[in-house]
């Protein structure tokens, strides 16, 4: 498995708020992560299909009380593939109980501890969290991985 120590570990982090992206993309780079940012739902699914990530962190991207906070985040687990994802979000915990079992890696509330993200990602990379088996892979996405053109 790729680590920051060896191959730079690539990140897509999606989410609606600029100063949250920022943050994150910084506070992962620092940590030797190379990190790619989607604003909305079609920049996600297009760096999905471009890219192969290690890890997502994804954003519900919807309103606190939309009838269904599993939307967004369904179309990102699918586009996925293999890959684990993440949810991070202010939303209350209970609208994403049962989030292993839709085959989400890890929950995070906002706001969030950036050390306590960085090992969960950590975690996640490395498949020190129980991950829900049986996630189709999506066929055609490229090979190539984002850390290809990072650079530290």
Not at 123 to 133: A, F, G, T
């Amino acid at each position: 498995m790729k680590s920051p120590g060896d191959a730079q570990a690539s990140v897509l982090v999606v989410d609606s708020d600029v100063a949250v992206r920022d943050l994150l993309q910084e506070a992962l780079r620092d940590e030797g992560f190379c990190v790619v940012t989607a604003y909305n739902m079609g920049m996600a699914l297009l760096a999905l299909r471009n890219f192969r990530f290690d890890c997502i962190l994804a954003d519900a991207l919807g309103s606190p009380v939309a009838p269904d906070p599993w939307a967004s985040l369904s179309e990102i687990r699918t586009a996925a593939g293999e890959t684990p994802v993440v949810i991070f979000t202010a939303q209350v915990r209970q609208r994403f109980a049962g989030y292993a079992e839709r085959g989400f890696a890890g929950y995070v509330a906002k706001p969030f501890s950036l050390d306590a993200l960085n090992t969960l990602v950590l975690r996640v990379i490395h498949r020190d969290l129980p991950i829900q088996e049986g996630v189709a892979s999506l066929g055609g996405r490229n090979s190539a991985a984002p850390s290809d053109f990072c650079h530290a």
